[in-house]
């Protein structure tokens, strides 16, 4: 029983840890902009690139165990990372008619998020030599 928990309790301890490191975004990046919710983008970038460099680490090494990749993956960039926010902050825009925004703020996301995740697989392929 104890060992079915303990990827429960990878993912919740990660889970915790990535979620306070979203709000901490937020709160670092709410004095920069009033119509960017840039906290949301940068945890959206930070965490693909993360996601990326661990998946790369995971499929190329045995340096990443399953029961870490549950922590960090699905835990803490799960975590930290938000598609919730990311809609209900692109509602807003489009809301309150900001279509240029709205549209901006998604590609920005999109775009940044995919550049993001293969900028994490290129440096651990560097590293890695």
């Known amino acids: 029983m104890a060992q079915s928990l303990m990827p429960l309790l990878y993912v919740g301890a990660g889970g915790f840890i990535g979620a306070v ?3 901490l975004a937020s ?10 919710p840039y906290g949301t983008l940068i945890s959206n970038g ?15 090494t045995e340096a990443v165990s399953p029961a870490a990749r ?5 835990g803490i960039c799960g975590g930290f990372t938000t598609m919730s926010s990311f809609v209900y902050e692109l509602a807003q825009y489009l809301r309150s008619d900001q279509f240029l925004l709205g549209a901006i703020y998604f590609g920005a996301t999109l775009v940044g998020s995919i550049l993001m995740f293969y900028a994490g697989s290129v440096l651990v392929a560097l590293i890695r030599g």
Request: proline share 0%.
């Open 21 to 23: 490191l979203r709000y």
């Open 27 to 36: 709160l670092a990046t709410a004095g920069f902009s009033m119509t960017i």
């Open 46 to 60: 930070l965490g693909c690139f993360a996601i990326g460099a661990l998946a790369a680490l995971a499929v190329e």
């Open 70 to 74: 549950l922590f960090l993956a699905t």
